[in-house]
């Protein structure tokens, strides 16, 4: 994979993609069980404001054998870039290719990312259509208020989260072998 240093300079906001604010977790990706993406389906400037992001990645840190990490949608001259150097989705603590996470989910606060959600997936090289998928796939699930009627993006995620406990849809099977339900 090319290093994220040698294309940077080829985007006009390079800080969307480097990670370090005040206040980010990383932990040893070898030294925990469950790690666990969390997608905002925008720019990094629009997600970093929606308050659900940072308290779920705060509460899923807390615990010793979780690690959750954050990304977010690339500009279209980021994305260009990733896709012309073959360069997966990654996240921003410590640029992990999203495909090589347990879990990720998507945080669904409005129609209009629908279309960003399947464009991330392809760009994380990830089957968009939850039946493509298999075991050596990350779970792809999605919370939010547009989670609320799940079924216009229903054949593109394995779990929704609504409201306190999770809807299965698709991945009964594969949900049972993981430890982690929220």
Request: glycine content about 6%.
């Given at each position: ?18 990670g370090g604010e005040w206040n980010s977790i990383v932990k040893g990706w070898d030294k925990t069980t469950i790690r666990v ?146």
């Amino acid at each position: 994979m090319t290093h994220l240093n040698d294309i940077l300079h080829q985007v006009q906001k390079p800080a969307r993609y480097t990670g370090g604010e005040w206040n980010s977790i990383v932990k040893g990706w070898d030294k925990t069980t469950i790690r666990v993406a969390l997608i905002y389906p925008d720019l990094y400037e629009i997600g970093m404001s929606n308050m659900a992001l940072p308290i779920l990645y705060q509460l899923l840190n807390s615990q010793p054998d979780v690690l959750a990490e954050r990304a977010f949608a690339p500009w279209v001259d980021m994305e260009a870039v990733m896709r012309r150097e073959n360069i997966p989705l990654f996240s921003l603590e410590t640029k992990h290719p999203l495909n090589e996470f347990d879990i990720i989910g998507f945080s669904l606060g409005y129609e209009l990312t629908y279309t960003n959600v399947l464009n991330m997936l392809d760009l994380a090289q990830i089957p968009v259509l939850a039946s493509a998928r298999s075991d050596s796939h990350p779970l792809v699930i999605a919370g939010g208020s547009c989670a609320l009627n799940p079924e216009p993006m229903a054949g593109f995620f394995d779990l929704f989260v609504i409201g306190q406990k999770g809807v299965i849809s698709q991945a009964e099977k594969r949900l049972t072998k993981s430890a982690f339900f929220w």
